[in-house]
């Protein structure tokens, strides 16, 4: 009854708002967070981070390639076999057609902790201030050409560091919720969507047509973006 009683929606995706190093301080994203929660983008936050300066797929194949990984699949939502750092970078640099993508991996940063270091999480807790402590865990996100997590809500406050590479990102509000598709992933610690969001509407409306209903922002980010 409500797919019937809603049109879809032909312009859907919105930009999502982008400012400038600067523009934002603690006060301010805290008030953003406290009075119109959204997504922001700071383009160039992390240019100057050695993160950006010397990782790549080659940098952790070299350097960190015996460290054993868990990663999602297309045949699986966790693969933990065992897999070497080295072998993964290998199958993304060749173009595997499973979408391994690693993804939550934080265990390499307890290992070594110069990866810590690197990723500049001090300059980003002192911009974050009293306003959130969350950044303190750091996880390491690993993907080629077309992978990537679900839809899945985020429990906290999430700083995304973009590093190597383009990543997409699409978000829809939590009051649309129920147009999501949504289950308990993982034994219940998440929840994540059956929603396709690179189908074509065709496809999402035999599906999950309430999805063709609500809006979505989109963004890509370049290396340095938060």
Known sequence: IVVEALPILENDIAPIE?????DLDSAKLAEIFR???RPIVIRGFAKDHDCVK???????KERYGDFRIFYSSTEN???DD???LADFVDGVIAGNKNRAYIENLSDIFNRYPELHDQAGIARIGQFLG???SYHRIAQLFIGGLGTGAVYHCANELNCFINIYGQKQWYFVHPKYAAAMSSTNFNKGFFVGSFVKHNATKRYIEAHSPLYNRVPKLRITLEPGDM
């Not at 982008?18 to 600067?22: H, L, S």
Request: net charge negative.
């Open 54 to 60: 010397l990782w790549t797929p080659e940098f952790f």
């Open 18 to 22: 982008c400012v400038e190093p600067g």
């Open 77 to 79: 939502l966790v693969n």
């Open 130 to 132: 009293d306003f959130a």
């Open 35 to 37: 009075t119109n929660v």
């Open 82 to 84: 065992g897999t070497r």
